[in-house]
Each structure stands twice: as C-alpha cells, then as structure tokens.
C-alpha cells in the first residue's frame, strides 16, 4: 500500500511561484513513479508532470513545461513540483498520484494511489 500527502498549495499573484512536496511512505515505494495532476472546478482532471524513481525521467504537459519542473528526493521519498510563472488558469487543486512501474505516465487512470489534494489558487 502506499500513502500520498502533498502540502505547500496556496494563494499566489500572477507570475509569482510555489513548490509542492508530496510525501510517499511505503515499502517498495522505488517501484512506482510519480505524478502530479490538477483539477479545476468544472473541468476534469488533467496531468501536469510524471517522474520515475528510479532514473528520474519526466514528462509534462505542454501547458507546463518551461515552468514547471519535477523532482524526487529519493532519500526523502518526497516528490516535488516547483511551479514558476504561475497563471490564472493554473489555479486548481493539485493532486499526487502514483503507479506501480518505473516509467511515467500522463494517463490518469493508469495510477492506482492518490493523495487528497492541495489548493492552488493564482490571482489575477
């Protein structure tokens, strides 16, 4: 079993930056990879960024990348989510997510363990 906590959501002005953590306990927790993804209200969820522990490959959406960047601290077994350049249509609730298997994903109903949540709000 593995258990997701994420943590460092908040308000922020446009432009500005936050980094999320998602904290991950589990026995063979180096066998998953790693996603975050967001939701906002009325919309479905949608993939933001994916690494695997093992080799630290990542993959992000094209609504993402060149701002966000995604990283894992194995000892730690943390992953993280810096978000730079932050837009109002960023604003959702970001969720960790992982998947049994060392390759990163995009595809929501690949990953098996989902953390609660963290509210990102970016203002105008």
């Known amino acids: 079993q593995v258990q997701l906590v994420e943590s460092g959501g908040g308000l922020v002005q446009a432009g500005g930056s936050l980094r999320l953590s998602c904290a991950a306990s589990?026995?063979?927790?180096?066998?998953?990879?790693m996603g975050w993804f967001r939701q906002a209200p009325g919309k479905e969820r949608e993939f933001v960024a994916a690494?695997?522990?093992?080799?630290?490959?990542?993959y992000y959406a094209d609504s993402v990348k060149g701002r966000f960047t995604i990283s894992a601290d194995n000892a730690k077994n943390t992953v993280y989510l810096q978000m730079n350049s932050l837009k109002p249509e960023d604003t959702a609730v970001y969720y960790c997510?992982?998947?049994?298997?060392?390759?990163?994903?995009?595809?929501?109903?690949?990953?098996?363990?989902w953390g609660q949540g963290t509210q990102v709000t970016v203002s105008s």
């Open positions: 690494i695997g522990w093992s080799g630290g490959s990542t």
């Open positions: 589990g026995r063979t927790i180096s066998s998953y990879a």
């Open positions: 997510a992982a998947r049994l298997g060392l390759v990163p994903t995009a595809t929501l109903s690949q990953y098996r363990h």
